[in-house]
């Protein structure tokens, strides 16, 4: 925890950025009967019965201190799909970055060998030599940065039925648009010394 609180200390320098990454699923839903359509005074309606689609995966990579999202839809959130992602955020996202500073939570598949097993060797230690992670703890995903813009991302945009992941990827970049071009940051306050009070149960007692 301290570890990544002292990573959130760290001034804005975009050689080394720090970037928050989480992942999340929605489920896609198809309309059984058409809604009707809303009018003065009356909300659109729509019925209790809807058909399955489909689950979609959302990548989400923020950088707090740019305002800067980057969000992805995946039909899966296997090995394989970290591993592109990771990949694109070097490569086409961060290309001049020397080291990025990667906050995320510790899920089996958020690790080094997942790049070896997507890519040759060379690749995947070229891409490793430019990242350094940083693991929220367990039960502690609350750290994550990523996790709350997700958070918003789902109450802003995602709180409805939506039929297919096509729709879903224009409506998600139509949010990222407006939330980069606004270059929405956070300001985040919680230190290691507000934690050693505040949470001061979950350390030692001398």
């Known amino acids: ?10 001034p804005y320098n975009p050689d080394e950025p720090v970037v928050n990454m989480d992942e999340t699923t929605k ?17 659109e ?36 799909d970290w591993a592109w992602q ?6 086409v996202q961060y290309p001049e970055a020397e080291k990025v500073h990667l ?15 997507a890519f040759a060797p060379e690749e995947a230690r070229r891409l490793l030599g430019r990242l350094e992670f940083h693991y929220t703890p367990k039960h502690g995903s609350w750290l994550n940065i990523a996790e709350i813009e997700l958070s918003i991302l789902s109450r802003q945009c995602l709180n409805r039925r939506i039929p297919d992941a096509a729709t879903l ?3 998600i970049d139509a949010w990222q648009s407006d939330r980069n071009n606004r270059s929405d940051k956070v300001n985040w306050r919680f230190t290691a010394e507000n934690a050693r009070i505040k949470l ?6 001398f």
Not at 103 to 117: I, R
Not at 200 to 205: D, G, I, M, Q, R
Request: charged share 30%.
């Open 1 to 10: 925890m301290e570890e990544v609180l002292d990573v959130y200390k760290r």
């Open 27 to 43: 489920q896609l839903t198809l309309e059984v009967l058409e809604p009707i359509p809303g009018k003065p005074g009356r909300p």
């Open 45 to 80: 309606r729509y019925d209790t019965l809807y058909k399955r689609n489909g689950v979609a995966t959302i990548f989400m990579f923020f950088e707090a201190l740019a305002g800067r999202r980057k969000v992805e839809v995946t039909e899966g959130k296997t090995r394989l």
């Open 86 to 91: 990771i990949k694109d955020l070097l490569d």
């Open 103 to 117: 906050v995320m939570d510790n899920l089996n598949t958020h690790d080094g060998a997942s790049l070896y097993e």
């Open 169 to 171: 990827m224009s409506e």
């Open 200 to 205: 001061k149960k979950l350390y030692p007692t």
